[in-house]
């Protein structure tokens, strides 16, 4: 049975903060992925990653990097917190075959006050 | 670009009654599509993909390409159904390939 993990489940974070989230999945996946939730927007991918050391910009960007040192793991870096990035965040991992069902964490709500 | 629309952000329906959930996508290749569902306080999970052409829960979903639509349907819906619901599409080539999706239909089904 597929796991991803994700440090956090709720995180407060002052404006202007370095916040760091890690992800860390079990089955050896190729593909990772960072959404945010946000009600009546959905999902929006914010970056990727094929692989190790490899990641791509996803539709949203900015404000955001990430890394991803390990197969395992691919974590998730707001180099300065802003208040729009209140929002659930979401990790995800699947193999590399697109077609595929991509395995989701339980979320990270974190609030930017 | 390829683009997933989910008319319905919310949609009530009584215990026993049809439901059916839109989503219509917008891509120029040939497209995979998905329904996602999240239950309450549980994470997110595959329900269905339309080239398995399964049925999950009772739940079906046909891609009409035609009509640009996959709509997800059950005969009979159950107070267990009520969850938010999202229509995903992952493209045929490159940055495509990665899962865009819709802005999700809360559904509730009342006793």
């Known amino acids: 049975d597929v796991k991803v993990t994700q440090s956090s489940r709720y995180l407060v974070k002052r404006t202007g903060e370095k916040v760091f989230l890690e992800c860390v999945q079990d089955m050896d996946h190729e593909n990772m992925f960072w959404y945010r939730q946000d009600p009546g927007l959905g999902l929006r991918l914010i970056y990727f990653?094929?692989?190790?050391?490899?990641?791509e910009k996803g539709d949203i960007p900015e404000g955001y990097s990430v890394s991803r040192e390990k197969k395992e793991r691919f974590s998730l870096i707001l180099e300065s917190a802003s208040t729009n990035q209140t929002s659930m965040y979401l990790c995800a991992s699947r193999t590399g075959t697109p077609t595929y069902e991509q395995y989701f964490g339980p979320g990270t709500r974190l609030t930017v006050t | 670009a390829q683009r997933v629309t989910q008319p319905e952000k919310l949609l009530s329906v009584f215990k026993g009654a049809p439901v059916e959930l839109k989503c219509n996508y917008s891509y120029s290749g040939s497209p995979e599509l998905f329904w996602y569902v999240q239950y309450s306080r549980q994470r997110l999970q595959l329900l269905l993909r339309h080239i398995s052409r399964e049925s999950i829960k009772g739940f079906t979903a046909d891609l009409n390409k035609g009509e640009t639509s996959f709509h997800l349907k059950k005969p009979f819906a159950q107070e267990e159904d009520s969850a938010m619901y999202y229509c995903a599409l992952s493209g045929s080539s490159g940055s495509a390939r990665q899962l865009t999706f819709g802005s999700g239909t809360q559904l509730t089904v009342l006793p």
């Open positions: 990653s094929y692989d190790v050391k490899m990641k």
